[in-house]
Nanobody, 121 residues
Framework: QVQLVESGGGLAQAGGSLRLSCANS????????MAWFRQAPGKEREFVAA????????QYTDSAKGRFTISRDRAKNTMYLQMNNLIPEDTATYYC??????????????WGQGTQVTVSS
């Protein structure tokens, strides 16, 4: 059974940093692409960043480029999202996902429960 568990969310001031973690069960294959999505209140879920399973190549949405860094530690079965220079618009529930079914920016088979990030101005 695949399990994804996010942590690291919390309250940060604008300009601050947070690092999100996504611990995954051993059934999550290291060759799977994984991603971070977020959903703000009243808005649709949106893609934030993805990392490929083959060579750890990252992809970012435009708003994350230059501020966020996605990475993974295969030995720890954990994916990370380092978020720097946070802005209030980053406030959302952040979800990690594994095994894309419609492309790395689309739908995924497995999802975590989410972790809340709140950025104050």
């Amino acid at each position: 059974q695949v399990q994804l568990v996010e942590s690291g969310g919390g309250l940060a001031q604008a300009g601050g940093s947070l690092r999100l973690s996504c611990a995954n069960s051993g059934f999550v294959r290291n060759l799977w692409d994984m991603a971070w999505f977020r959903q703000a209140p009243g808005k649709e879920r949106e893609f934030v960043a993805a990392i490929t399973g083959t060579d750890d190549s990252p992809q970012y949405t435009d708003s994350a480029k230059g501020r966020f860094t996605i990475s993974r530690d295969r030995a720890k079965n954990t994916m990370y999202l380092q978020m720097n220079n946070l802005i209030p618009e980053d406030t959302a529930t952040y979800y990690c996902a594994a095994y894309p079914t419609t492309g790395v920016r689309g739908e995924y088979r497995f999802w975590g429960q989410g972790t809340q990030v709140t950025v104050s101005s």
